[in-house]
């Protein structure tokens, strides 16, 4: 099971990691990844796929004032 944010997750591994993130919910555009200690960067997304062993940290950015 791949970790995601700290939680283990059995429905992320195979996917890419856009593919997971649509299906979770998240904005691409509004969000940074860390897989296992490495910054993913934007145009990798479609291509990195989630495994098993993964570690994964997603950080929205939120607008404000």
Same mark, same amino acid.
């Given at each position: 099971?791949?970790?995601?944010?700290?939680?283990?997750?059995?429905?992320?591994? /195979?996917?890419? *990691?856009?593919?997971?993130?649509? =299906?979770?919910?998240?904005?691409?555009?509004?969000?940074? @990844? %860390?897989?296992? /200690?490495?910054? *993913?960067?934007?145009?990798?997304? =479609?291509?990195?796929?989630?495994?098993?062993?993964?570690? @994964? %940290?997603?950080?929205?950015?939120?607008?404000?004032?």
């Amino acid at each position: 099971m791949a970790k995601i944010n700290g939680e283990e997750v059995t429905n992320a591994a /195979g996917k890419t *990691i856009m593919e997971y993130l649509t =299906e979770a919910g998240y904005d691409s555009r509004r969000v940074a @990844i %860390e897989r296992n /200690g490495s910054i *993913i960067p934007k145009k990798s997304y =479609e291509e990195v796929i989630i495994t098993e062993a993964d570690t @994964i %940290e997603i950080v929205s950015f939120v607008g404000g004032g």
